[in-house]
Structures are given as structure tokens and as C-alpha cells.
């Protein structure tokens, strides 16, 4: 699925590991909306994660490895959940727009110095 600012062309949605993956279509819709509410780019720094690379992640960080990532890819190989940084906003910004928009207890949400993890989770998740 593509939208006016995100699909194929990005290169961080596939897994960098293995080149498979799409966000899901929800997901492409999310960072659409989140693109249009601030007026700015939105550079994803990771989007899908095969199992083995999302392993390595973790061991780099010398922490264990979650089994219900966002980003992880499911049966159809997609994700559901993005590492976003938003052009002249701060994380602080665009984690307070998606914890208070209609839909925001199914997301989950991390808010990190460099930018902010969105994903969609049934029940919602915050860190």
C-alpha cells in the first residue's frame, strides 16, 4: 500500500536483514496522518523486522529481545509499528498528538530522545 508521502519509495520499512516487509496498511495510514497534522516529513528510522534481525538489535543493546514487537513481521509480512522522527518537531510533540487523538488506545507508544515509537497494538501500550 502506498499514500501520498509513504509506501516502496522508504527505504527503512522493509527489514534491513532480509529486504521483506511492508508496514500494514493501517500503519501507512497512521504516519500519513501524523505527516499531515505536523506539515513536515517524517523520516522512519525502522519499520519491519524480521525475527533474526530484531534478535541482533537487542544482543547489540545487551538486552533481551521483546516477542510481541510492533515491529516485528506477522503471517502476511507485515508491521505494525515504526521508529519515527517528524522534521522540526520534538518527540515530546508528536507522542502528546498521537496520546490524545481518538484512536489512541490502540497504539502503542515510546517516546526516546531521537524521536518516538507508534505502532498498533489491541489495548494500547506506553513507554
Not at 529486504?19 to 519491519?48: D, K, W, Y
Amino acid at each position: 500500500m502506498n499514500t501520498e508521502h509513504f509506501g516502496t519509495q522508504d527505504k527503512m520499512i522493509p527489514c534491513p536483514c532480509c529486504g521483506r516487509g511492508e508496514l500494514s496498511p493501517g500503519m501507512h495510514v497512521l504516519l500519513e496522518l501524523v505527516r499531515v497534522h505536523f506539515q513536515a516529513p517524517v523520516t522512519i528510522n525502522s519499520g519491519c523486522r524480521c525475527r533474526k534481525h530484531h534478535m541482533a538489535i537487542y544482543v547489540e543493546l545487551g538486552k533481551e529481545a521483546p516477542d510481541d514487537s510492533d515491529h516485528l513481521l506477522d503471517e502476511r509480512l507485515w508491521s505494525h509499528g515504526a521508529d519515527i522522527v517528524v522534521k522540526g518537531h520534538t518527540p515530546f510533540e508528536v507522542y502528546n498528538f498521537l496520546n490524545n487523538c481518538p484512536f489512541a488506545s490502540v497504539l502503542a507508544l515510546g517516546i526516546y530522545d531521537w524521536g518516538i515509537h507508534v505502532g498498533l497494538r489491541e489495548g494500547g501500550k506506553r513507554w
